[in-house]
């Protein structure tokens, strides 16, 4: 591993919004110091990004510094796109232009798994399951709905913890009775796709969806949330059912013994639909493998900023 940088500046690249954060050792380790944002919709290249991080957070190049860089697309050979934007950016460019050799691009639900171990990760809040895990140094996942839906897994490797990034969102979403199945027929119409995603059922826009499915009053994401998430309603009811039975699939396909964080945007302003028993009922559906799902603590990220403080871990965490 490289030496220790004097300060870390990290970035979470989402479809809405880029936010940055400078992060500066102390005594007792590492802390967030200073926050910024930039409307993600505006960043184009290397260039566009480093002179928003830059007025962002009111910094300029300097000797040690570190890039953690988490954004919501694919990461391959050093490259990243943003899946719902136009940003794509390399890490050697991005060091080049800064100025460093320490540059890391990760994707965002990556940098969100790094974050379960972080601070943060340690202050989220109790959803269902055990307060404490039975395997404390079993495999971790996490989840999260905001402007798409990310999934990912952190598991020890060697000594080390590894981030595996997944595409989970993009799988076809499981719909049972015929409730659902209408509201599925409403989506390909809507879309003119044969089939339904995770992500287009629990992102924003398949929760603006949903309730103008069951209301027919059309609202931005922002507005179903602050109208119909904050009580008990029929969009809150059904889609805190979609949430829990994705939960379920997740824990059942990453095996995440020691927990799950939920994370994003949708749960963050709206915990009401994780205390749901509409949730916990779908989390907890009926089967073979319910006893092994009810064994893993399952919690909520509530720090906004959990996506910089993953970014900061992967760095500080790299083989």
Known sequence: ??????????????????????????????????????????????????????????????NGDALAVALAGPVANGTACLTNGRLRISAQKLGRIWGTSSCLLLNDFAAQAHACHSPV??????????????????????????????????????????????????????????????????????????????????????????????????????EVGANALSHDSPTLRLYARFYGRTCRHWILSSLCQCGLWITGGIAQANPHCLYSSSFHDALLTPGPMQSLVATVPVRLLQDPHSGLWGAAWAFLNRA
């Not at 027929?185 to 992102?203: I, K, M, T, Y």
Request: aromatic letters at 8%; hydrophobic letters at 45%; charged letters at 15%.
């Open 1 to 62: 591993m490289s030496a220790v940088p004097q300060r870390i500046l990290a970035a979470d690249v989402g479809g809405t919004n880029c936010r940055f954060g400078l992060f500066l050792p102390d005594a007792v380790g590492w802390q967030l110091v200073a926050v910024g944002s930039h409307a993600s919709s505006m960043l184009y290249q290397e260039q566009d990004f480093l002179a928003a991080l830059a007025v962002g957070l009111d910094v300029h190049p300097q």
């Open 121 to 222: 990760g340690e202050r989220a809040s109790y959803v269902a399951g055990p307060q404490s895990p039975g395997d404390k140094d079993g495999g971790r996942a996490v989840l999260g709905a905001g402007t798409g839906l990310g999934a990912a897994q952190l598991v020890r490797v060697s000594g080390c913890w590894q981030a595996l990034a997944s595409e989970f969102g993009h799988t076809d979403f499981a719909f049972v009775g015929q409730e659902e199945q209408s509201f599925a027929d409403f989506l390909c119409a809507r879309s003119g796709l044969p089939f339904v995603s995770v992500e287009a059922v629990l992102g924003g826009q398949g929760l603006a969806h949903l309730h103008e499915f069951l209301s027919g009053e059309r609202l931005s994401p922002p």
